[in-house]
């Protein structure tokens, strides 16, 4: 019995290395954030936290005016269909009291 020994080609050899590494490190990395790739996280038992909620609200207001226009409340489907619900003093924006009352409602 004769056994077969093939070589691989050490650019093969590095190129499976390169994507071990790239696969452990985005592992890690995951594991890091609390959640897997690909899963949705867990749902919160209490509702967003008022440093997520600021989070969001800072992400969303792409003029850094401190308050969300129409156009930028698209980020949030839920805020653009309620909009003029949520802005409670009609003054055609979302100030960051208003989103945080919405979110959190």
Known sequence: MTSAFHSIPNFELRSVALLAALTVGAALAAHAQGTAPGTPSAPSQSGPTSQEVGAAFIRAD????????????????????RF??????????????????????
Do not use: C, M, W, Y
Not at 68 to 79: D, I, Y
């Open 62 to 81: 792409a003029n850094k005016d401190g308050k969300l226009s129409r156009q930028e409340a698209v980020r949030f489907p839920a805020v653009e269909q």
């Open 84 to 105: 003029d619900q949520i802005d409670t003093n009609k003054d055609s924006h979302v100030s960051r009291e208003e989103f945080e009352i919405a979110l959190k409602s």
